[in-house]
Structures are given as structure tokens and as C-alpha cells.
């Protein structure tokens, strides 16, 4: 329903059906070549759903990009009657290809600007749609002014009966609408803006104000609290299960949720890296073995065994009632070399009164033991023997992988999984630091996927506001040469998304993914519109009049962002 009421506006606007027509298939066809762009030319493989959203905005942006080419087009025609096609058209670039450049090269930087992000569904989203609009505007400034010469040439006749009536529409149209539209943008608007500019300035300015201390102060925007995406306000219907309801039914209750606490990973051995793709979640690189790791030497088995001890005294440790866990060192170190449960195996030389330290055939052995002795009691007896060795794929010691169990419940919430993460991490990170060489390369993970997700919102949207703002402050000050209106510009700007987004936090939002790309896409939609206004304002012909400009900025653009604006609302609300 969205892209026919969007269709219609650009049919009323243009006036012509073999416009529109073509106008929506140059969307297509800029989403077509994009994704040509995306997975050939750039050799990206993931291609997450997100990115269909693209067409939502690149309607808006096509729509607004063809409606200023139009009211230039015309406005070429009425100054240059009788004038040939080639000097319609050459005037026609020559005004409106500077603002559609800007707009668009912003609109795409904005855009682009979310590759900072954390997560790969944003980049890769930044990406895509950042290709999307620039295809679009080589589009709009070689496909379409040829498509209006077409149009201005070819006359499509109607029968007589038919043409009657369409001629008293548009004479109905240029009477009425038309003039009413003239009048509105070429002098009424115009004269409230001049008039009563104190008061605009003033107001939007209180606004922004109100925005900013919504968002960054009270109350402030919230981390989520549920890893589905919400797609409404908190106190609606369909939003009350997943929110309020959903961890009342067992059914409900996965490992991630309930009386569940969070693991505790430590490895050895292993570097902390990720080699894979980070535009492709399903690369997950390869292992890149710690060549320092040395767990065979007096110091490092020592220190490992103090560190499993301080590690059971620890307030977050999950100790468990009647059992006490002892790392696998602890245990060849300390259990009896026959064990009546097993008569035919012989723990020697994993057992009381073996020399220390083990030297790595040893420990190569006790491993094997170890391995045999837990199948033996698979089914009959719990094992609290904690961790195990890590080995290649050529059979030799490369590392320790040591898990326990948190006594911290896991929780959606940020604040008790961050203060669990904090308190980990000092005590891991003070212990490795006073580590021997062979174990300093130590770390921990754990089952911390949407604490994640909500760090990386927390930090990455605003980075990629930033970015966005400051790139859409370099283009506009490029192009304009003006300081004073590429400033103003991204003031507006900065209202625009205060208030937006201020919005959201009031109507009881939180931050996702889904209000982080909003919060990117609000600076590339916003400067769109501003961009024209100032770049018109700086091609305006009366340099010494300030009031001038404005009338003809407003007078040349006002329409056409108007309808833009329309579309763009229209495109977003249906879908």
C-alpha cells in the first residue's frame, strides 16, 4: 500500500504516468545493480535481511532526488520559452545535479558510516545501502533527464471523449492546486519564515534542548532487556508477551534463562583473535596457536594450581553443596594410584608421590587416563575434575581449557551482567599479570552473546552518528564553500534527531538494532532535506540579500522536499 500511495504522489507531482513508471523502475534497478556491487564486486556472501529495508529509504530519497529534477525542469522551461531540449536539460543538471549530489553523498556517507559498528548485520546494512544511493544518483543524473526528454517528446493521444475530461482536470489542477502550491512556497511560506524568524529559531532550539536531555540525561535511552526485536511500544498488545509474560512458562525456559548462571572459560594456549570475515558471521577464521604457552615447567603448574584454588574462593565461583571441583592438575597430583572401581587401571604416574613437576609425556599420559576413566564412569558417577589439555591435529600439547560455573544468574539486564563482567575481568586480568612467561597469555570467556550486542549499541550508534554528522559537515562545506550554512546545516541536523529520537524514549523504546540503524538513517534523511535548502540558498542569484536567498531557496526547494518529505513518511509508515 506504501509503494502505490507513493506511486500516486509522484504521479501527481510529475504529472506524467511514463515517469513514475520509469522512476520506480530506476529504483529496481539501483537496488539491482547494488547488490551486483555487494556480492560480485566486493565479494560479499552475507546478505542479511536487513538490507531489503533499503528500498523503504530509497524510495524516499528517489522520489525526493526526481521531484527537485521536475520543479527544475519546469522552472528551465518557463525561463527559456520555446527553448531547445539540450538547453533545458543543460540548465536543468547544472541546478539541480550539485544538490543531488550532495544529498546523495551524504544521505551514502550516513549510511556507510555504520561499518564502525560492532555488528556485522550493520555493516554489512551501512554497506549496502550506502552502493544503493549512490547507484541511484548516477542514475538520476543520466537515466532520468533522458526519460523526461522523452517524455517532453513523446505524446501519448487520448481519445477525444477522455481528452476533454483530462483537459478540465488539468486546467482544474494549474487553477487551483497549482496556484494554491505557488503561493504557499513562493510567498506565504516565505513570509512567515522572515517574519516570525526569532520565534522559529527559539522554539526549534527549546526542542532540541528538551530532545538532549531525553536522550542523554533523563530519561535517557535503555539498553534492551529481551533479545527479540521489539517492533512496538512497550505497552502494546502484541509486545506484552515477549516483555512481561514470556520467562512465566517453563516451556519457555532454555539454558540462557531461569535459575541458569553464566560459564566461565579460561584458555591457555590459544590467542584471543578472530581471523575470520568480519562482513560474514559464518567465517569463523582458524586458530592461531600461543607459541609462549609452556604448562611444563616448576612455575607454570604451580601457579596453575594456586590459581584454581583462589579461584574456588572467589565470590563468583558457583560452588556446588557437598562437591568441590578440583582442576584436572589438582586431581593427578593429589587422587590414590588405584582406585577400587577400577581395578585394571593403574593412575601411576598421574597420583600421590609422582615427581614435580609433570614434563608433557607425562602429562600427555595422564590425559589418556583421564579420558579413559571418565567413559568408565560416564553413567555412574559425577566427574568434578575441572578442565582439560588442548591438542593439534598433529597430537601435540598446545594448551588448557579450564569451565566452571558462575554462582551469577544470567540476565538480560545490563547492569547485573556488566558488574558480573567487570568483576571477573580485574580478578582474571590480576592474576595473569603476576603469571610465569608460559601462562601469561591466559583469558576467559563466557556465555555473554547479548551483553555484547548491547555494549556494541551503547558505543557504536553514537560513533556512527558522529562519523555520519561529521561527513555530512565536510560534503556540505565542500560544496558550498560556506561555513555559516554548512553549520546550520548540521545544527538542524542535530534537532531533527534530538527530537526523533527523544521521541522514541518517551514513547518507552529501547535501544536495539532496529533504533540504532534509525538513529544513523535519521542524520542521511535529515541532511537530505537540509542539504537542498542550502545549497539552493548559495546558488540563490541576489548575493547581498539574505532575505532574497531564503525566499528563493524556499520558493525553488519548497515544493519538492515538501512531496520528498511525503513520500519518504508514506514509504516508512506501511511497511
Not at 556491487?37 to 538490507?51: R, S
Not at 516570525?196 to 535511552?221: A, M
Not at 581395578?343 to 604416574?349: A, E, M, R
Amino acid at each position: 500500500s506504501s509503494d502505490v500511495c507513493s506511486s500516486d504522489l509522484m504521479w501527481f507531482y510529475t504529472e506524467s504516468v511514463l515517469l513514475t513508471v520509469l522512476l520506480v523502475l530506476s529504483v529496481v534497478s539501483a537496488l539491482i545493480i547494488a547488490y551486483f556491487l555487494y556480492t560480485i564486486v566486493l565479494g560479499l556472501n552475507f546478505f542479511p535481511f536487513l538490507n531489503i529495508t533499503t528500498l523503504i529509504f530509497l524510495v524516499g530519497i528517489g522520489a525526493d532526488d526526481a521531484f527537485v529534477f521536475t520543479d527544475v525542469w519546469r522552472q528551465a522551461k518557463q525561463n527559456n520559452p520555446g527553448a531547445p531540449l539540450t538547453r533545458i536539460t543543460a540548465d536543468t543538471l547544472r541546478h539541480a545535479s550539485l544538490s543531488m549530489f550532495v544529498t546523495s553523498l551524504t544521505t551514502a556517507a550516513a549510511f556507510i558510516a555504520n561499518f564502525s559498528s560492532k555488528i556485522t548485520t550493520i555493516k554489512c546494512f551501512g554497506i549496502y545501502a550506502g552502493i544503493a544511493i549512490l547507484c541511484k544518483f548516477s542514475m538520476m543524473v543520466t537515466w532520468f533527464p533522458a526519460v523526461c526528454v522523452i517524455n517532453e517528446s513523446v505524446q501519448i493521444p487520448w481519445p477525444c471523449a477522455e481528452k476533454s475530461s483530462i483537459h478540465k482536470i488539468e486546467l482544474l489542477y494549474q487553477n487551483y492546486v497549482a496556484k494554491s502550491v505557488r503561493f504557499v512556497f513562493s510567498d506565504f511560506l516565505p513570509r512567515v519564515v522572515i517574519k516570525f524568524r526569532i520565534f522559529w529559531i527559539l522554539s526549534f532550539s527549546v526542542l532540541t534542548l528538551g530532545g538532549l536531555e531525553v536522550l542523554l540525561f533523563k530519561p535517557g535511552f535503555h539498553l534492551p532487556t529481551s533479545s527479540d526485536f521489539q517492533m512496538f511500544e512497550s505497552s502494546h498488545p502484541l509486545e506484552a508477551y515477549e516483555l512481561h509474560f514470556k520467562d512465566r512458562f517453563r516451556f519457555e525456559t532454555s539454558s540462557s534463562q531461569g535459575s541458569a548462571t553464566f560459564p566461565i572459560d579460561f584458555f591457555w594456549g590459544i590467542k584471543p583473535v578472530d581471523n575470520g570475515d568480519y562482513l560474514d558471521p559464518n567465517d569463523y577464521g582458524t586458530i592461531e596457536w600461543d607459541e609462549s604457552f609452556d604448562i611444563t615447567s616448576r612455575e607454570s603448574q604451580a601457579w596453575l594450581m594456586n590459581f584454581c584454588r583462589k579461584l574456588r574462593k572467589q565470590d563468583f565461583y558457583g560452588k556446588k553443596e557437598g562437591v568441590t571441583s578440583y582442576c584436572f592438575l589438582e586431581t593427578f597430583y593429589n587422587q590414590s594410584c588405584t582406585d577400587p572401581l577400577t581395578p585394571g587401571i593403574s593412575y601411576y604416574p598421574c597420583c600421590k608421590g609422582s615427581p614435580f613437576p609433570f614434563n608433557k609425556t607425562i602429562l600427555n599420559l595422564c590425559a589418556t587416563i583421564a579420558d579413559v576413566r571418565a567413559q568408565i564412569f560416564k553413567y555412574k558417577r559425577q566427574d568434578s575434575t575441572i578442565g582439560n589439555l588442548i591438542y593439534d591435529e598433529r597430537g601435540s600439547l598446545r594448551g588448557i581449557h579450564l569451565r566452571v560455573m558462575s554462582n551469577v544468574r544470567i540476565s538480560r539486564a545490563y547492569e547485573p551482567a556488566h558488574q558480573f563482567w567487570e568483576r571477573t575481568e580485574s580478578w582474571v586480568m590480576k592474576e595473569i599479570r603476576n603469571a610465569p612467561k608460559g601462562m601469561r597469555g591466559g583469558w576467559w570467556i563466557s556465555g555473554m552473546e547479548f551483553y555484547d550486542l548491547q555494549r556494541s549499541l551503547s558505543t557504536g550508534t553514537l560513533v556512527s552518528m558522529a562519523i555520519a554528522i561529521a561527513m555530512a559537515f565536510g560534503v556540505m562545506l565542500l560544496t558550498t564553500l560556506n561555513i555559516l550554512v554548512s553549520l546550520y546545516a548540521i545544527l538542524t541536523i542535530i534537532g531533527i534527531i534530538s527530537v526523533t529520537i527523544g521521541s522514541l524514549v518517551l514513547s518507552g523504546w529501547k535501544l536495539n538494532i532496529l533504533e540504532s540503524i534509525t538513529m544513523s538513517v535519521a542524520v542521511g534523511v535529515s541532511i537530505d532535506f537540509a542539504m537542498h535548502f542550502g545549497v539552493a540558498y548559495c546558488l540563490a542569484p541576489n548575493k547581498e540579500c539574505r532575505k532574497a536567498r531564503v525566499r528563493f531557496s524556499l520558493s525553488r526547494m519548497g515544493s519538492a522536499i515538501t512531496m520528498a518529505a511525503v513520500t519518504t513518511f508514506i514509504a516508512g509508515q506501511f511497511k
